[in-house]
């Protein structure tokens, strides 16, 4: 049973970090401010939780 959690932690965090990949090259190249907030305001819950600080 907790290698069976270990692995669905691992995943979940995998597919996070995955995610906040994928946001943080579209904020990369975006050029407008506007969705540069929205990319950043989006990215900090999956900033936090691939930290694992909430």
């Given amino acids: 049973m ?3 959690q270990t692995v669905i932690t ?3 965090y ?3 970090a995955g995610a906040a990949a994928l946001l943080i090259g579209n904020f990369v ?3 407008q401010w506007d969705r540069e ?3 950043l305001i989006v990215l900090v ?3 936090l939780r691939v930290l694992r600080l909430k």
């Fill in 2 to 4: 907790i290698t069976l």
């Fill in 10 to 12: 691992f995943a979940y």
């Fill in 14 to 16: 995998l597919l996070t």
């Fill in 29 to 31: 190249r975006t050029k």
């Fill in 37 to 39: 907030l929205l990319y």
């Fill in 45 to 47: 819950p999956f900033l």
